[in-house]
C-alpha cells in the first residue's frame, strides 16, 4: 500500500521567509547565502508580491526571479501549504501531473523567494495594503468556486460539486468533512470535462487499485465501503463537444473491473462529419466511435462480461431538476431535459426539444466549471465572465496590479497553458518596470506586511516545518 503520511522538510530547505537586510536602507540584493547587502538605487531591488501558489503563482514567479537578477518575490496563500490545484485538484492516480512541484519546489528555495501561508488576501490584508508594500502586485488566485447549477434541488444532501468531492480525496482542508453517502448504486455526474471523468474513475476504481496512489486515508476507506456500480457522465451537447481529452477516455475504456456504455444512436453520421476536424478532436471522436460501434475482440469482450461495474455517457441531456426521495431528505435522481443542437463549429449550443427523462440515481455531482470570485473591493472584476478586466495582464485602470492563470483569462487549458499564460503576464511586468511605469524608490515589502498581520494577531506560516512531501519519513 502506498504511504500518504506528509513528511517534514527541514527547515533550511525552505526557508520561513528572506532574512531582514542588514542597515536601514531597504534597497538590496541577495547573496548566494540568502543575505542583503546594500547597492545603489541604480540597483534597487523591485519588490515583488504574487497572491496565489498555485501554477499560475509559481510560473510567474520562476519567470520573475529568472529574468530580473535583483527580483525578490513574496508569494502568499490562504493554505498553509503551496502548489494549489497542482496538490489538491490533481487526481491521486495521476502522480506524473504532480512531477511539476519538483519545478516550483526548485523556485520557492531561491534566496529571493518567500512563501507565506495561512494569509487570506481581502481579509487578513487588503490589495491596497500589498500595493502600499511592493512594487508590483499579480493576483493568481484561481478560480476557487464552482459554477452553480441554478436549478431546483441542487442544495438536497447528496448534491456535491465535483470540485468539493475532489478536494475530499485530495485533502483540502475545507472539504475534508464532506462525508459523501456512497451507499447508492448508481452516481450521476452532471459535464463531461476531464474533472468529470476524474470522479468518475476514483469512483470506479477498485480500492486495491487505490491503495497504490496518495489519495487520502479517509477517502479510501469511504470509497472501500462504495456500493456504486453504475455512473452516469451526462453532457448538454454531442460526442463531437466533449471537454475531455483522449488520455482521460483511454483511461475509463480501460478501467478494470468495468464496461463501457455508449448509445451508437448517438454517433450516426458521426464518421463524415468528423473529417474536417482538428487531429485532436477527430482522433479523440474516432475512439469514442469505435467504443460506441465496434464489436470488441474476444479478450475485450470477456473482460467487459466479467466486470461489476459500469460507466455511461448521456448526450443531449441537459440538467432540468434535482429529484428528492419520497421524504425530501435526500437526492432520488436527475430531471433532465432532452437536447438537439443549432449552429456549427464552435457556435453550436444545445437548445431544449421540450421532452424530458428522469435518471435514477443516489448521488450526483456537479462538473460544470470553475468560476474565480472577487478578492478585494478595490480590484475591478467581472462577474459575468469570472475574470478580473485586464489587458495583457494588466488590470484595467489599476498601475501597478496584474493577474495571471485563471483569474486573468478564465478556467481554461491545462498547466502548459497556464505556463504560457503566467510568462506573459510577467514578460509585461518586467517591461514597466523597465520603462519606469512602476513606483520608483525602495518599497518595504514583506517587513511591512509582517507588521501588519501581527497587529491584527495574525501569523503567517512559511515553508519550514511543514508538510511537503510523500511518505512516512519523519511521521
Partial sequence: MALRCWRWWHWSAWPRSRPPPSGSTPSRSRTPLGFC???????????????????????????????????????????????????????????????????????????????????????????????????????????????????????????FSARAFVGWYNGLPENRELAPDLSCDTAVILGQGNVALDVARILLTPPEHLE?????????????????????????RGPLQVAFTIKELREMIQLPGTRPILDPAD???????????????????????????????????????????????????????????????????????????????????????????????????????YKSRPIDPS???????????????????VPGLYCSGWVKRGPTGVITTTMTDSFLTSQILLQDLKAGQLPSGPRPGYAAIKALLSSRGLGPMGLACLFLGLGEAGC
Fill in 37 to 159: 547587502q546594500q547597492f545603489s538605487t541604480q540597483e534597487q531591488t523591485p519588490q515583488i508580491c504574487v497572491v496565489g501558489s498555485g501554477p499560475a503563482g509559481f510560473y510567474t514567479a520562476q519567470h520573475l526571479l529568472k529574468h530580473h537578477p535583483r527580483a525578490c518575490v513574496d508569494i502568499f496563500e490562504k493554505q498553509l501549504v503551496p502548489f494549489g490545484l497542482v496538490r489538491f485538484g490533481v487526481a491521486p492516480d495521476h502522480p506524473e501531473v504532480k512531477n511539476v512541484i519538483n519545478t516550483f519546489t526548485q523556485t520557492a528555495r531561491s534566496d529571493r523567494c518567500a512563501f507565506h501561508g495561512n494569509v487570506v488576501v481581502g481579509t487578513d490584508v487588503t490589495v491596497p495594503e500589498l500595493r502600499e508594500a511592493y512594487h508590483a502586485v499579480v493576483l493568481s488566485y484561481g478560480a476557487e468556486d464552482n459554477q452553480a447549477l441554478e436549478i431546483p434541488g441542487e442544495e438536497l444532501p447528496g448534491v
Fill in 212 to 236: 497504490k496512489t496518495d489519495i487520502t486515508e479517509a477517502a479510501l476507506g469511504v470509497l472501500r465501503q462504495s456500493q456504486v456500480k453504475t455512473v452516469w457522465i451526462v453532457g448538454r
Fill in 267 to 369: 454517433f450516426l453520421g458521426l464518421q463524415d462529419r468528423i473529417k474536417e476536424v482538428p487531429r485532436p478532436r477527430k482522433r479523440l471522436t474516432e475512439l469514442l466511435l469505435r467504443t460506441a460501434t465496434e464489436k470488441p475482440g474476444v479478450e475485450e469482450a470477456a473482460r467487459q462480461a466479467s466486470a461489476s461495474r459500469a460507466w455511461g455517457l448521456r448526450f443531449f441531456r441537459s440538467p432540468k431538476q434535482v429529484l428528492p426521495s419520497a421524504d425530501g431528505r435526500q437526492v432520488a435522481g436527475v430531471r433532465l431535459a432532452v437536447t438537439r443542437l443549432e449552429g456549427v463549429g464552435e457556435a453550436t449550443r444545445a437548445v431544449p426539444t421540450g421532452d424530458v427523462e428522469d435518471l435514477p440515481c443516489g448521488l450526483v455531482l456537479s462538473s460544470i466549471g
Fill in 379 to 397: 480590484v475591478p472584476f467581472d462577474p459575468k465572465l469570472g475574470i478580473i478586466p485586464n489587458v495583457d495582464g494588466r488590470v484595467m485602470n
